[in-house]
């Protein structure tokens, strides 16, 4: 079993700057791909970015593109998601995710799993 734990989230400014965080436990999570979703009230899901083991291939929404970057440390069992220049559109609950295999990493159903999220309000 995979535990997840996010952190980091808050309010912010537009054009501000939030790092999050997503500590693993029970076991490494080095061996897993790994990605951030972020989700709003009555709405779906939707990826943000991804990075894979091995190879550390990054992945981006397009609307994220350019000012997200996602970053993993091994050693430490966490991955991080630094978000610049923020955008009201940005505001979400963010929740990282772990899974092991292939498959479209943009896709919510090959992580297997799951952090409890954490709140990103964006004011302008």
């Known amino acids: 079993q995979v535990q997840l734990v996010e952190s980091g989230g808050g309010l912010v400014h537009a054009g501000g700057s939030l790092r999050l965080s997503c500590a693993a436990s029970?076991?490494?999570?080095?061996?897993?791909?790994m990605g951030w979703f972020r989700q709003n009230p009555g709405k779906e899901r939707e990826f943000v970015s991804a990075?894979?083991?091995?190879?550390?291939?990054?992945y981006y929404a397009d609307s994220v593109k350019g000012r997200f970057t996602i970053s993993r440390d091994s050693a430490k069992n966490t991955l991080y998601l630094q978000m610049n220049t923020l955008k009201p559109g940005d505001t979400a609950v963010y929740s990282c995710?772990?899974?092991?295999?292939?498959?479209?990493?943009?896709?919510?159903?090959?992580?297997?799993?799951w952090g409890q999220g954490t709140q990103v309000t964006v004011s302008s």
């Open positions: 990075i894979t083991w091995p190879g550390g291939n990054t």
């Open positions: 995710a772990a899974g092991l295999g292939g498959g479209d990493l943009r896709r919510s159903t090959v992580y297997r799993y």
């Open positions: 029970g076991r490494s999570v080095g061996s897993y791909n």
